[in-house]
Structures are given as structure tokens and as C-alpha cells.
């Protein structure tokens, strides 16, 4: 064996011995996914939370944001079915959605701060009440994490579980009375992968799993852009985010009630 | 030094050099990356990480072709580099340095449209060398590609990468001497256009190029005429039927181990297959296992065929609504001003035969004329329907139909027994519907109409053949209960022939009939009972309300009719309807063949089970030709004579 052969030979052991070096010493403990939640050394709820908005841009900047307009896709490509959504949000708990897909739907929610309300071309009007009021709100409220504990009573951490191909946080958060919402939070960034939840609809709770597909970013704070969400039958729906303004000027008429709503409320 | 370079080594050599050197190093990058994903990924698994392996990865037959798009896609943009770094005097002040920025777009652009590997964009990019490296390999992955079009890129890709090496070595023939100031662009187009000595002639090059151009062409145009026979496509299709049934039904004993014994039972057959019919029959064997309506496959052809008729105008009609009644097939309906009204057809006389002559439509099999007779049509349909879901009167009602309907234009000579039981022949042509064609996800293109009329007992008849085009139906019911009709005596909502559609609407019509939320029905998926409520709409239409059934009442009729049969805020009139109610989705397989599959059981507001049973009418009307001939529509005189009773 030559001396040139040698040197080439120690060379690789060296080598292999720097990289399993590398492995072992790395901080990352390895995550067996587990369907029982594993109680770990973890932080509590409201830490991974806080770290949430930390890794969103941080409480004062979204505190800074007074309204925002999205405009998304959405579209259930298994079902050949897509269409438009445009929402407004504002402080004191305003908002409002449009989601119309042609030949389907075309579906409105919003609140004026006081009634929440949903009105559909197809089925009508309706007032919101208990478990699908509170959902609605937690869906359209601008950044709710800065205060989850106006949507939940109790957020908990139980550990960590692989989600979407990442170690992330799961944390529980419970509220009398409303299905508990179970939130993925990734164990590096910090950032929402997203959840499993027991949807109140109209026509029943619906168990969905939604997954946060990627980050946009604009002015310094994150949002998702890409939201796909596996639906009881199956099929998956995608909301992309196309565009997302931050305080803009807002006509107070947005979030007006509809008129088929105001036949609603009680008199 | 360059001059004494040159004189040794055509700069063509140098050029190739320069490719050959650059590629190189391309490919060592690679085997390393490679070679590390190997050492890695296997460790970091043994370990207990993650890690899934990327999607391009776990196709493992198609790792070849990804292989040699890549290396042909560096090749092509290495020869780019070679001839525009020929112009550039200095990368850090040139102008034309943002032009190394260019093999960036087609990525871009794929990216793009990436969720779509099938559309239009993306199959443009999979043939345009430079960006059919990148396109083509996502288009194998996440799509399909035929053989063909792999062929015609990778053809492409050639042509280009022995065209750019050419003019780089033209490029560079003329700028290597050059040296204190960039070449213009028309120095460029002159060097790359002109003969130089010691370079390439171009006008065999441009000739062989132009040919390559030509024969991908005729290869995609021959690739695309026949549309061969993928058997991978087709047993992915077969799985995914499979699976999705498996994922989906409710029924947890149904879709357990006999259902996977089913798929082991006649994926073999599958396999052995040798055209796409054998496939799709067998593949409708084992979906009419499971014994419900709303499941089935839905041929591409039908897509075409639908796609087509819409295009030229819609569906041809005769005006004629045909029903099994006492062993015939006997006139119901004569449409006002139609062709079969202006020929003179009468209510209840027995259909004997069609003669289908001068045909329109293009997607039909020949253009000679065909000859359907009434009693063979029922004997096929009575064996058709032999232990089937869909029974045989609504098989036959919608039979008889399609036998006088097709594109408009199509000349008909129908032969019918009148009511003194002589022959009649009329000759009719078909003409344009009076629905909106409607397309509705991976539904084929439907023709929606609503027809809404005042009856002489100033009763409003509103009638609509499908529960689709949400936004022109509710606003047209809304029209006429809380406008039109909204003080008549009554109203008739004529449910006969309705195909069915979206439950959605069911509950948004109900909604003016009601005054407090209620229900419709319940539909129970696996794990999810979902309840169907009606949401009260202003002003309430407080008159009589009839609906009208026959046995062609499908699907969301049903839930309709049966609704308001439970509600008690309708008396429904007619014969009892199909029977075959499930909701359900369509989906496009990857064969292009439509795949409808249900997603759950319904019951009634009632607890009624509708699946295979229908609705019964609360006044069951039996026709007979005698009848019809006497009352015309005996059905909507009943309902007539019901609400007229009610308003006194």
C-alpha cells in the first residue's frame, strides 16, 4: 500500500468522523412522530405564543397595523372549482369577507363590531351565534395572538410532534363551549404550520387540518400566503394570498350590516 | 499571445473547450451534492430525523429523463454564457451582464404555473429549449407528458444546444480580437449572420434547425391525434378510484376487506388491459359493487362531446317529453312553438321509432343516418337495468329523451301511433334549448333553463331542469315567489325531468317557504353528520304550494321534494320519483375520464331513507295515453285543482 493511498484512506476516515461529530454534537434532538401527545421539557402556551408573534415581527409592529386588505385565490383543485376572496379588517373587532366562486357561491361574513353575520346568494342570511360567532371572530380578527385570551380561555402546551415535515409546539387552546383548537408551531422559526379544529358551520362541526404552506412578508410582518386545508371529504382547499395592504384607508360602508341581515336582527 | 492562439486552435475548438471545461465543473457540483444527499439523507433517517425525499425524487422512473433534461439544460445555457461572455469587456461595467440573469426567467415563469403542469404555459415552456429543463421535468412529476412531447423537447433542446454552440463560436470568433471596446449589437448580428472563415457555414445549420423545428412538430401533431394508451396512467386512474372510495365512504364494513379484496381481484385485469375501455369497464365493475347511484365514470369523450354541443350552440331539442307508460313510450309534453308542437304531436301518442338523419355534430361515430325503434330501446334498457341502481323506468324516461335531443340542426322523422292508433310521421328539426350552459367543476357542461308562466287559474307554474347556475336560479325563484306569484292563487314547482345539482340550492329555495331555521335533511359522511338548514327568507311565500315529481326527478329534486313533503309546507303530485339521491363529488382522474363518487348517506327530515326508494307523492298520478289524451297534463291539472281548493 502506497504512502499517496494512505494518506487518502485517513483522509475519508477523518472526514466521516468530522461528519458524525457534526451529527451527534448538533442541538437538534431527534422528534419520533408519535400520535400520543409526549409531554417533553417544553414551554408553556402563552411562550410559544409570544415566540409566534416574536417571529410574526414583533408585538409593536403589528400593534402599528390598523387595517388590512387581502385580496387571495381559492380554489379546491380536486373539485375544478376556484374563485376570489377579498377581506377587510379593522381595530374594535371590524371586518369583512367576499368569497366568490362562479357557478357556486358567493358568500359574505363580517362583523360591525356587534353582530357577526354570514349571508350567502344561495342559502341566505343569518346572525352568528356561540361556537361559530367565536370562530368567525378568531378567524378575521387582525393578529389574535397579540391577546388569545379573548378567544380562549386556557392555551397549553403539550409538547412537540412532527407537523408538515417540521418539529413544532402543539398547543391546545380551550374555551367552554367551543370545540378546542390544536396549533402547530414550528420548534425553529417559531411561526404557526398550522392546526386541526372542530369547525362549527352551518351545518354542523366539520374536522379540518390546516396547513400554513409559506410565508409572505410585508413591512417587516409576516403573514401565511399559503393556506391548504384538508376538508372531511377529502378533498383540499388552497387559499393563496395574492396581495395584503396594511393600513389603508377603509370605508366605514364595508362593514355596514347587509340588508338581508338587518331583516334579522330582532326588532 | 490570442493571435498566436487562434492561429493554432480554431476558435470553434475553444470554444467546445470552454463548454466542455464549464459543464465539467457543473457536473462535479452536482456528483457532490449528490454524493453528500447520499451519505446524508440515509444517516439523518437512521437517526430518526424526517426528512422526506423531495418530490422529483420518489418517482424513481422517471430519474433518467430528470438527469438528462438537466444536463441538457446546462449544456444549453453554457453555450448562452460562452457567447455572451465573448461581448463582455468587463462583467463589473458591461451592459450587457444583466443578460447572465436570462436562464433565470424560464425558471421563474415555471414556477409560476407550476400549479398547473398541464395547462397551456407550462406545456409552451416544456418545448422551449433553455426552459425545458425546468418545465419538462416538473411536468413529468407533478403532471403527465406524453411520450411525444418528451420526445419533441428533447429534440428541441438538442437543436438548440448545437445551434447556440455554433453562433458562440461565431460570436467568439469575431470578438476575440477585438479588445478595448465591446462589440454593438449589430457587430453581433453581423458576426452570427455573416460567413467567417474557420466557423460553421449557418445556412445548413439554420436548414437543419428549421427541420428539427418541422419534424418535433409532426411528432407532437401524431402524438396528439392518436393519444396512446398509457397503461401507467390507467392504473393510476383504477387506484385512485380505488383509494378514494376506500378514504371517503362512510360505510367503515362496506370499503373494508372486501373492498380490498376487490381491488386485488381486478387490478390484475387492469394491468393486462389494452385499451382504455377495457379499463374503464372494469373499473365501473368495481365501483357498481358498492350499489349506489351518483358513482360512476364519467368518459372524456363526454367532456368533448358536451364541450363541443356548448360551443355550437347547445343542446338540440325537439320540444317532446317521453315517458314509459303501459309498455310504450308515450308522449307527456309537448313544448309550446317547438318543433314537435308545429309538426302537430299530441300528448299521448306512443313514440314507435326515430329516424336520425343529416347529423350536426361532428364527435358523432358516422354521418349516415341511424334508426332507433322504440320497442328494441326498451328491451335494451330493460336489460341494462337488470339488478342495477338506477331502475328501469327512470333508465327509460331518460333514454326516450335522448333520442329526440342532439345538436341543434339534426333532422329527426319520427314515426308515432296517435290516438286512433294510426301512423303518423313527422319530421322535426332540432333547435336551440332555452337553458344557459353551465359548468359546474368536472361536471360536463350542462343547459340550465327556468321557465316561469301563469296559468290560466292565476297560478304560478315555475319550472327549472337542474339545480345548477346558483345565481340566475335563486334570483329567478326569488322573482317569482316574492314578485311574479307572490299573491297568485298558488304555485306549482315542476320538478319532472329535473336532473338534480347542488343540495346547496335546495336549501337556499326552501328558504322562502319557511318562517323559523329548520331542517331539510341529514347527510352523514364518514365520521361527520352534517344536518341541511333552511335559513328563513323574507318575505315568506305564504300561498299553496305544489311540486310536481316524476320518475326523472333526480338527486337533489328528491331532497327538494321530500323536504317539503316532511316540512308539510308542500303537497307533491306526480309518480314516484328516482330513487337515487346520495350527495357526491366529481373529481378528473389522471386518464382524463370524470369520476363522480358519493361522500355521504342521506336521510330526510323524517328519518326517510330516499336512496332507492324515492319520494312518494302525496297524490300519485298513473298516466295512461287515454288520459293524457283527455287532460293533457293530468298531473299539473291535479296540483291545479288542489291549490284552487286550498285558496277557497
Known sequence: MSIRFKRKITAGIFTLCLFCTAVYASPLKPVKEDKTTTITVSPTGAEVIAKYVVALGGKEKLLQVKSIVTKAKLSIPAAGVSGDVSMHQADKGLFSMLMEIPNVVTQKSGSDGK????????????????????????????????????????????????????????????????????????????????????????????????????????????????????????????????????????????????????????? | MTEQIVSAIRPQMWIDGKLIGITGAAIGSLAFLFGTALICLPAAWLLGYGIPLPGSLQRWDYIPLLIVFYFGGVLFWNCFYAGVASVINDPNTSSRTSLLFLPM??????????????????????????????????????????????????????????????????????????????????????????????TANMAPIARLCVSVICLTSALLNTGAAQDPFDPSIQLRSFDEVWQTIKNVHWDRELVGEKWDAIRDELRPKVEKAENAIAVREITQTMISKLGHSHCGIIPSETYQAMEEQSQNGGEGISGLTIRFIDEQLVVTQVRPGSPAASAGVEVGWALKSVLRSNLKNAAAENKEPTTSYAEQLIQRVRAATEHQVTRFETAMGLAATSIVTGSIG??????????????????????????????????????????????????????????????????????????????????????????????????????????????????????????????????????????????????????????????????????????????????????????????????????????????????????TRVLLRAEHDPVLAAATRWILSQSK
Request: charged content about 20%; aromatic content about 6%; some cysteine.
Open chain 2, 410 to 623: 339534426d333532422q329527426l322523422q319520427l314515426t308515432f301511433l296517435d290516438h286512433d292508433e294510426m301512423q303518423q310521421s313527422k319530421d322535426i328539426w332540432l333547435v336551440k334549448g332555452h337553458g344557459t350552459p353551465t359548468k359546474l367543476g368536472h361536471l360536463p357542461v350542462t343547459t340550465v333553463e327556468f321557465r316561469s308562466l301563469r296559468l290560466t287559474s292565476d297560478i304560478g307554474h315555475v319550472a327549472f331542469n337542474a339545480f345548477l347556475d346558483p345565481s340566475r336560479l335563486i334570483k329567478e325563484f326569488q322573482q317569482a315567489v316574492t314578485q311574479e306569484y307572490a299573491n297568485s292563487n298558488g304555485l306549482v314547482i315542476d320538478l319532472r325531468g329535473n336532473m338534480g345539482g347542488m343540495i346547496l340550492l335546495t336549501m337556499g329555495m326552501c328558504g322562502w317557504l319557511v318562517d323559523e331555521p329548520t331542517k331539510l335533511g341529514l347527510m352523514t359522511m364518514k365520521d361527520t353528520p352534517l344536518e341541511l338548514v333552511i335559513n328563513p327568507r323574507k318575505p315568506r311565500y305564504s300561498r299553496p304550494v305544489a311540486v310536481l315529481i316524476d320518475e326523472c326527478s333526480i338527486s337533489a329534486a328528491e331532497i327538494f321534494a321530500g323536504g317539503l313533503q316532511d316540512l308539510g309546507v308542500a303537497r307533491v303530485f306526480g309518480h314516484r320519483s328516482a330513487g337515487l339521491v346520495l350527495p357526491s363529488n366529481v373529481v378528473s382522474l389522471p386518464n382524463k375520464d370524470g369520476f363522480q363518487y358519493v361522500t355521504a348517506d342521506y336521510e330526510s327530515r323524517s328519518g326517510r331513507v330516499l336512496e332507492g326508494r324515492g319520494v312518494e307523492p302525496d297524490e300519485s298520478i298513473s298516466l
Open chain 1, 115 to 267: 353582530t357577526i353575520w354570514e349571508s350567502s346568494n344561495v342559502t341566505g342570511a343569518e346572525i352568528l351565534s356561540g361556537a361559530r360567532a367565536e370562530q368567525m371572530k378568531l378567524q378575521l380578527t387582525m393578529f389574535p395572538s397579540l391577546d388569545i385570551t379573548q378567544f380562549f380561555e386556557t392555551t397549553e402546551c403539550k409538547g412537540t410532534e412532527m407537523f408538515a415535515g417540521q418539529s413544532c409546539y402543539v398547543v391546545e387552546s380551550k374555551k367552554k363551549g367551543i370545540p378546542t383548537m390544536t396549533t402547530y408551531y414550528s420548534v425553529e422559526t417559531g411561526l404557526d404550520k398550522g392546526n386541526r379544529m372542530t369547525v362549527s358551520t352551518a351545518m354542523g362541526e366539520m374536522k379540518m387540518v390546516s396547513e400554513i404552506k409559506s410565508y409572505g412578508e410585508r413591512d417587516g410582518i409576516k403573514f401565511p400566503m399559503e393556506i391548504e386545508t384538508t376538508l372531511p371529504n377529502g378533498m383540499k382547499q388552497v387559499m393563496t394570498i395574492e396581495d395584503m395592504q396594511f393600513n389603508t384607508n377603509i370605508d366605514p360602508n364595508e362593514f355596514k350590516l347587509p340588508e338581508d341581515v338587518e331583516q334579522l336582527q330582532p326588532k
Open chain 2, 105 to 198: 426567467l424560464p425558471m421563474f415563469a415555471a414556477g409560476l404555473v407550476v400549479s398547473q403542469p398541464d395547462g397551456p404555459m407550462m406545456r409552451i415552456l416544456s418545448l422551449i429549449p433553455g426552459a425545458s429543463s425546468t418545465a419538462m421535468p416538473m411536468r413529468l412529476v407533478l403532471g403527465e407528458a406524453s411520450s411525444a412531447e418528451v420526445l419533441a423537447s428533447f429534440a428541441l433542446m438538442l437543436a438548440g444546444i448545437a445551434g447556440l454552440r455554433l453562433l458562440a463560436g461565431r460570436i467568439f470568433t469575431a470578438g476575440i480580437m477585438l479588445y478595448g471596446k465591446e462589440p454593438s449589437w449589430l457587430d453581433i448580428a453581423t458576426w452570427t449572420l455573416g460567413r467567417q472563415e474557420g
